[in-house]
């Protein structure tokens, strides 16, 4: 069992920055890709960022949307996925959920290869 345990989020103007950090409980932290996802209201979530388990690199990957913006980075030794969210835009709202699936590529994370989901937290950008 792995519980994600986030933190960070809350309200910026358009073109501010803000970090998202997720703390995971339990062992073998390296084994799963982690990814961050959003879900504004009225919308399905959708998959923002991810970074692969260890073994297939650590590579990142990254929906157009928010390529060259935001950047997701992992501390295996501090069991913690990041997001650093920079030129946030107004339709960058959202809640943000960190999400975990065991020995998952970045480019295979979806809302149906997740195993774990953090409570979600509110990110929101004014124009």
């Known amino acids: 069992q792995v519980q994600l345990v986030q933190s960070g989020g809350g309200l910026v103007q358009a073109g501010g920055s803000l970090r998202l950090s997720c703390v995971a409980s339990?062992?073998?932290?390296?084994?799963?890709?982690m990814g961050w996802f959003r879900q504004a209201p009225e919308k399905e979530r959708e998959f923002v960022a991810g970074v692969s388990w260890s073994g297939a690199g650590g590579s990142t990957y990254y929906a157009d949307s928010v390529k060259g913006r935001f950047t997701i980075s992992r501390d295996n030794a501090k069991n913690t996925v990041y997001l650093q969210m920079n030129s946030l835009k107004p339709e960058d709202t959202a809640v943000y959920y960190c999400?975990?699936?065991?020995?998952?590529?970045?480019?295979?994370?979806?809302?149906?290869?997740?195993?774990?989901w953090g409570q979600g937290t509110q990110v929101t950008v004014s124009s």
């Open positions: 339990g062992r073998a932290f390296s084994m799963y890709g």
């Open positions: 999400a975990a699936a065991r020995l998952i590529s970045a480019v295979g994370l979806s809302t149906t290869s997740i195993d774990y």
